[in-house]
C-alpha cells in the first residue's frame, strides 16, 4: 500500500494549488458569449487574467466588481451593479459567469440576494449564474467544479424530464480542466463513436482561438446557452476526472436529478488502460465498433512502448498538479514501466487517493506516497530525500527542477515558461504517444548533455 498524508504545516511556502476563483474563470471562460465577473478587489481579477493569458497567449478579459476601502465596510451591491451594467453596455454578453472572492465572502455579500434584485430591475439581463468561490475553501479544482454545477443547477428547469422522446446521440461531457487541443480531441473521439459531444466547459476556441480579422469583444466558440439546455434530452452523460468523480455534488448529478439521463463517471483517458475503458463505455452507450482508426492509433502507441520501453522502464517520478490529472498521469506511468514516488496536489479534499486506490494495482501502490495539501518547499524537500528521475507537472515546478537539476516534463496549467500549453495533448492514444515521447526525449536530452563524448544516434 501507499503512505499518504496531508501535508499540515503553519504556512503554505508556494501552494501547489491556484485560487478558486481562477478555477470559476477558466470554467465560465468555456461558456459562449460568457464574461466571469469577479465580486472583489481589482487584484484577485489582475492575478488570474494575468495566469490565463500567460498561459494561453490570447486575450482574456475577466471583470471586477472593484472593491475599495468603503466597500469592504458597507458591502459590494452597488459596486456588483455597476460591474454588471458596465458588461452589458460593453460586451453584450450572452451570460455572465460571477464568483465570489475571499473579501466578498469574508463580509458576507448575499450574491444570490443582490443577483435577484438586478434581475427585477432589468428583466431582459442575460442569464447571471453565480458560483461562491472563496479561496480560502479549496483550491482552483473546487472554483472549477462549483462553476460547472452552479451552470447546470441555474441553467436548467427543475425536474426529471420525460425519458421518451430522449436523443440518443446527445452526450453531455463535464471534463476536468483539458487544454483546448485536448478538448477538440476528445470532441473528435466522442464524435467518431457516433455521438453529438456537448462539451462542458469548451474552451477550444474561446482560448485557442485562430487570428483575428476585425476586434472581437468576446472570443468565439464555447458551449452554447442552447446546448447547455438541450442536455436535458440527452439519455446517458458523462463525468471525466477520477478525483472530481469522488465529490459529493458533480455537475452530471445534478443534470442527472434534473432530467433523469443516466449518469457515467471514469477518470482522464490517458494512455491505453484509460482510452480502452473510455472507448469501451462509449461502445456500450452507442453500440457502434470503435472505428479502424482508432484501433490503428492504438497499435502506433503500443509500437511506441516497445521501441522505446527502454529509455523509460525502472525510471522513478514525481507528478504533482490537479487532482484529476494526477490520478490520471499516474497510471498512465505505471504503464510505460515508471514507478511514481510522489504523487501530489495542493488540494485537500481526499479525492486523490481514494482515486489512486481504485486505478492501480497493489503492486503499483508499493512505496508511494501520495501527498494532498502539498506545497513545492515540500515537494522540493522530498525529492531531495528520493531523488526522482524527472518531474511531471506544471511550469511552476520549474525552481525546483533547476534547484534539484532534474527534468520537468510540462503537463497541465499554468506552463507560464514555454509556448504551446494550450496545444500539449494527454488524451486518447494519440495524445498517449506524444506524452510518452515527451518523457523519452526529455530524459535522452539529460542523458546526453552528461556523457563526456556526448551522442548522436541512438
Ligand atoms: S484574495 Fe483570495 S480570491 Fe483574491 S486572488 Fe487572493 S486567494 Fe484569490
Known amino acids: 500500500m501507499f503512505h499518504s498524508e496531508e501535508i499540515m504545516k ?3 511556502e508556494n ?6 476563483p481562477l478555477g470559476a474563470a477558466l470554467a465560465f471562460k468555456g461558456v459562449e458569449g460568457c464574461v466571469p465577473l469577479l465580486h472583489g478587489s481589482q487584484g484577485c481579477a489582475t492575478y488570474i487574467r494575468r495566469y490565463m493569458i500567460s498561459h494561453f497567449k490570447e ?3 475577466i471583470a471586477s466588481s472593484n472593491f475599495h476601502e468603503d466597500t469592504a465596510i458597507f458591502g459590494g451591491g452597488a459596486n456588483l451593479r455597476t460591474a454588471i451594467d458596465n458588461i452589458l ?5 450572452k451570460i455572465i459567469g460571477i464568483a465570489s472572492t475571499c473579501l466578498s465572502e469574508t463580509i458576507g455579500d448575499d450574491v444570490p440576494m443582490m443577483l435577484k434584485e438586478i434581475r427585477k430591475a432589468n428583466p431582459d439581463c442575460p442569464p447571471l449564474v453565480f458560483a461562491s468561490t472563496p479561496s480560502y ?4 479544482g473546487e472554483g472549477y467544479w462549483k462553476s460547472l454545477s452552479a451552470l447546470v443547477e441555474q441553467l436548467l428547469p427543475e425536474g426529471p424530464s420525460n425519458m421518451a422522446g430522449k436523443r440518443e446521440e446527445l452526450l453531455p461531457l463535464f471534463t476536468a480542466a483539458l487544454s483546448p ?6 470532441k473528435d473521439l466522442v464524435g467518431l463513436m457516433g455521438f453529438f459531444p456537448c462539451l462542458v466547459p469548451d474552451s477550444s476556441e474561446t482560448l485557442d482561438g485562430g487570428q483575428w480579422e476585425e476586434y472581437e469583444t468576446l472570443p468565439r466558440g464555447g458551449a452554447s446557452l442552447e446546448s447547455l439546455q438541450n442536455m436535458a434530452e440527452a439519455k446517458a452523460g458523462l463525468h471525466l476526472g477520477a478525483a472530481s468523480s469522488l465529490r459529493e455534488v458533480s455537475p ?3 443534470l442527472g436529478r434534473k432530467s433523469g439521463l443516466a449518469p457515467h463517471f471514469q477518470g482522464l483517458p490517458v494512455g491505453i488502460r484509460a482510452t480502452d475503458r473510455f472507448l469501451a463505455l462509449l461502445q456500450d452507450l452507442s453500440g457502434q465498433a470503435i472505428p479502424k482508426m482508432l484501433l490503428e492509433e492504438r497499435s502506433r502507441l503500443i509500437d511506441a512502448y516497445v521501441d522505446s520501453h527502454k529509455i523509460v522502464s525502472g525510471l522513478k517520478a514525481m507528478v504533482f498538479g490537479d487532482e484529476d490529472l494526477v490520478a490520471a498521469l499516474v497510471p498512465f506511468l505505471a504503464e510505460i514501466g515508471v514507478k511514481t514516488l510522489v504523487a501530489a496536489s495542493g488540494s485537500r479534499s481526499g479525492h486523490l487517493k481514494k482515486a489512486l486506490e481504485s486505478l492501480l494495482s497493489k503492486e503499483e501502490q508499493e512505496g508511494m506516497q501520495v501527498v494532498e ?4 518547499a515540500t515537494l522540493e524537500k522530498l525529492a531531495e530525500e528520493n531523488p526522482p528521475d524527472f518531474f511531471m507537472g506544471s511550469s511552476k515546478g520549474y525552481a525546483m527542477s533547476r534547484k534539484t537539476r532534474t527534468p520537468l516534463i510540462r503537463v497541465g496549467f499554468p506552463i507560464h515558461d514555454r509556448v504551446g500549453g494550450p496545444s500539449i495533448r494527454i488524451l486518447g492514444y494519440g495524445g498517449a504517444r506524444e506524452l510518452f515521447e515527451r518523457i523519452c526525449n526529455g530524459i535522452l536530452e539529460v542523458r546526453q548533455e552528461a556523457t563526456g563524448v556526448g551522442f548522436s544516434y541512438l
Open 10 to 12: 503553519p504556512v503554505t
Open 15 to 20: 501552494a501547489c494549488s491556484l485560487c478558486a
Open 59 to 61: 486575450p482574456v478579459d
Open 89 to 93: 453596455r460593453q460586451y453584450r454578453p
Open 137 to 140: 475553501g479549496g483550491s482552483h
Open 181 to 186: 487541443a485536448d478538448q477538440r480531441h476528445l
Open 252 to 254: 452530471l448529478t445534478i
Open 373 to 376: 495539501g502539498a506545497d513545492y
